[in-house]
C-alpha cells in the first residue's frame, strides 16, 4: 500500500542538503517516491518484529530495530 506523502517537507529537506543547488520538481517527486518505498518497508518490518513479540501493537523498539536491520 502506497502512502501519499506531501512534496513541499521533502523538496526542503533536499534543498536545504545543499543550499547552493538547486532541486528539480522531477527529482523532488522521486525522492518522495523512494522515502515512501523504504518508510513502507519499516513499516512492514516493524509489524513484523510485534507480530513475532505476540503483541498487537509496534512499539518504537520495533521501529528502531527495523531501521538497523536495513542499514
Given at each position: ?7 513541499f ?63
Amino acid at each position: 500500500m502506497a502512502v501519499k506523502l506531501p512534496l513541499f517537507p521533502f523538496e526542503k529537506i533536499l534543498k536545504e542538503s545543499d543550499p547552493n543547488i538547486r532541486v528539480s520538481e522531477t527529482a523532488a517527486r522521486e525522492f518522495v517516491l523512494v522515502i515512501g518505498e523504504m518508510a513502507n518497508d519499516m513499516a512492514e518490518d516493524a509489524a513484523e518484529l510485534a507480530r513475532h513479540a505476540n503483541r498487537r501493537t509496534i512499539l518504537a523498539s520495533d521501529i528502531k530495530m527495523a531501521a538497523k536491520r536495513k542499514r
